[in-house]
């Protein structure tokens, strides 16, 4: 934990991992392996291990479960935006290699031309074509870097996704319809109480389905979250 705070990442993680050989399902180990992984960016084994410890807090209905749920959404969340961050950097660079092949057609149309009128007329259509190009991918970028951030009301705490068709416990607690009935199948009880719960105690909840619905429509991107 002292390493942890002190931020030495690859003490942390080879610690963990020998804490793990010996004792794989030790949850604190895959918790504070998902915070140093994810410091040092290596995204999808913080996610992995986030998981993990997820899955054991659950099964024991340990404390930590809100701390490690928190982690595993820091993780989705991170993992996207790095992803985001190349694909913009790549679509940049596809931008700038279109924009200079037409440049350079232009000017090489422009040097084989000796008509003053021609010239003028390649050089009003290339400049054209050069700047509708450009608009595209300002348009497109500006489109893609709109924040995007699910909100917490519409992932299943279960699952981790975004809920398409939730249901209500008891509690006021509201979960996927197919990852609270797969819990159910194999324990029979509220994930965060522990109380009794069976299938006919959960009822839809029909103004949340339609709140995830209208934030899908407008967030297609969510589906991968």
């Not at 995204?43 to 490690?68: E, G, I, P, R, Y």
């Not at 350079?104 to 259509?125: F, N, Q, S, T, Y």
């Not at 979960?175 to 797969?182: C, G, K, L, S, V």
Request: proline letters at 3%; hydrophobic letters at 40%.
């Amino acid at each position: 934990m002292a390493r942890l705070k002190l931020g030495h990442w690859e003490s942390v993680i080879a610690d963990c991992q020998t804490c793990l050989a010996l004792s794989p399902q030790n949850m604190k180990a895959h918790y504070y392996l998902a915070q140093a992984q994810l410091s040092i960016r290596d995204f999808d084994s913080a996610l992995d291990n986030a998981l993990a410890a997820h899955k054991l807090c659950a099964a024991t209905n340990d404390k930590s479960l809100s701390a490690v749920t928190a982690m595993v959404l820091r993780c989705k969340k991170d993992r996207w935006a790095d992803r985001e961050k190349k694909r913009l950097r790549l679509e940049r660079e596809v931008e700038e290699r279109m924009l200079d092949l037409l440049r350079r057609d232009r000017d090489e149309m422009l040097m084989a031309e000796e008509d003053e009128i021609e010239r003028k007329v390649i050089e009003e259509e290339a400049n054209e074509k050069i700047a509708t190009l450009s608009g595209v991918f300002e348009a497109s970028r500006t489109q893609s870097q709109k924040k995007r951030e699910v909100p917490d009301w519409a992932i299943d705490d279960i699952s981790f996704d975004i809920m398409v068709d939730p249901v209500i416990t008891k509690t006021g607690k509201s979960y996927e319809r197919a990852t609270i009935m797969e819990h159910l199948r194999r324990h029979p009880s509220d994930p965060l109480t522990r109380e009794p719960l069976s299938a006919a105690d959960l009822r839809p909840n029909l103004a949340l389905r339609q709140a995830c619905e209208e934030f899908l429509e407008q967030n297609g991107w969510a589906v991968d979250w």
